[in-house]
């Protein structure tokens, strides 16, 4: 069974170019989290969903950072616009029904480079 | 908030020798996971303890879960390269969320 899928692995590009992340969860997984890790913060939970539904944002930095779930096997995390701050490794991760806390499963990653 | 504090931020062992890493609470915790994430990977599952007191084995791997459910250790045995990377306990931060501390990065010279 295929992991938590990421796209894309790499991106660099532009301070003030809009840019989006992808992720596909586990097939059956409910729950979806978006992660940040920077060598400084460490990793920062920025926003998780539940059924598709956004639980908890409260750690998305600021208003240029946005998330979405249309269905049960997509999200996405878009920075718009993109800030030479926000180069950052972004994780996708996500965890089964069940209980409240589970193991998480997480995808590969996107490295971000904002030049 | 909650707050999950790891120690030590760094470890250099030499190959053959051990390594702890500890893991404190604020609050009490419904249980606690443990995280190994290879130098330029993700994060990867390695255990949970639930129990107060509990004592896991995984190979050169122990980990405990201490009495007051308020902290948690990682010990590794005669560390080897394969070892490198970072370790990452994790609690739950309420509703579906789980809280990580900041890791322990462990060196291992050959």
């Known amino acids: 069974d295929a992991g938590v899928i990421q796209s894309p692995r790499h991106e660099v590009t532009e301070m003030g170019q809009e840019v989006t992340l992808r992720c596909k969860p586990i097939s059956g997984h409910n729950s979806l989290f978006w992660y940040r890790q920077t060598m400084m913060r460490g990793l920062e939970l920025l926003i998780y969903f539940n059924n598709n539904v956004p639980i908890d944002d409260s750690g998305m930095p600021e208003d240029r950072f946005s998330a979405k779930m249309p269905n049960a096997s997509f999200s996405t995390l878009k920075i718009q616009p993109s800030e030479p701050r926000d180069s950052a490794v972004y994780f996708c991760a996500s965890t089964r029904a069940g209980a409240p806390v589970d193991t998480q499963y997480f995808g590969p990653g996107t490295r971000l480079t904002v030049l | 908030g909650q707050q999950v504090m790891q120690i030590p931020q760094y470890q250099h062992v030499q190959e053959g020798e051990d390594f702890t890493t500890y893991c404190n609470s604020s609050?009490?915790?419904?249980?606690i996971q443990w995280y190994k994430q290879r130098p330029g990977g993700h994060p990867v599952f390695l255990i949970q303890?639930?129990?107060?007191?509990e004592v896991k084995k995984q190979k050169r791997l122990t980990f405990q879960f201490g009495e007051a459910k308020k902290n948690s250790s990682l010990h590794i045995t005669a560390t080897q390269t394969t070892d490198v990377g970072t370790y990452f306990c994790a609690g739950p931060g309420g509703g579906f969320k789980t809280i990580f501390g900041a890791g322990t990065r462990l060196f291992v010279k050959a």
């Open positions: 303890l639930v129990k107060s007191g």
């Open positions: 609050t009490t915790l419904s249980n």
